[in-house]
């Protein structure tokens, strides 16, 4: 069974994140910031992870904390969840359409995490989110997940499709990635034998 909880305390916030890498798409969202809960809910969705996320944080300061321990604990259960990463495709990649905008994600589950983020907004303000908030929710995403991760919007003009697209791309691409190859089930999809490290 490829699923596990994490919860993360801090003096700014509480987060509890319980994935289910095999799931279908259930989710259970509630951060106190709703746009964030419905990028999360397209997250699950569209990867099929089973994902329910509960987080309290100090939100009469701003957004930041809550935003960017959800993303840590969030991805600290996927990598948990995926263990020793045997089996798994390790590669993903996915262009999201949102009417005008269009955005490529391609990572590598490699347990070596790296963010590439090309994302313009147009706006600093996505109604209470400050837009540049999504990178930081990206960042803490691919570094406790393990993830390479590559974000790009190709094109797009209104801030929530912008925002929109970045999350249904990384959903199909973790979806690939995260799923187990028939042919290779017992294996790490290394030539080292292991992920993570150095090249």
Partial sequence: MRNATVERKTHETAVTATVDLDG??????????????????????HSLIDITVKAEGDLHIDFHHTTEDTGIALGEA??????????ITRYG?????????LTRVALDASNRPHLVWRMNFVRDKLGEMDTELFKEWFQAFAQAA?????????????????AESAYKALARALRQAVEID?????A???????LGGSL
């Fill in 24 to 45: 279908t798409g259930i989710y259970d969202i509630s951060t106190g910031i709703g746009f964030l809960d419905h990028m999360l809910e397209q997250l699950s969705r």
């Fill in 78 to 87: 996927i990598a948990k969840a995926l263990g020793d990463r045997k089996g």
């Fill in 93 to 101: 990649s996915a262009l999201a359409p949102m009417d005008e905008a």
């Fill in 146 to 162: 393990g993830l390479t991760l590559h974000v790009e919007c190709l094109y797009g003009g209104n801030n929530h499709h912008i």
């Fill in 182 to 186: 028939p042919r290779k089930a017992g």
């Fill in 188 to 194: 790490v999809p290394s030539t080292k034998g292991i």
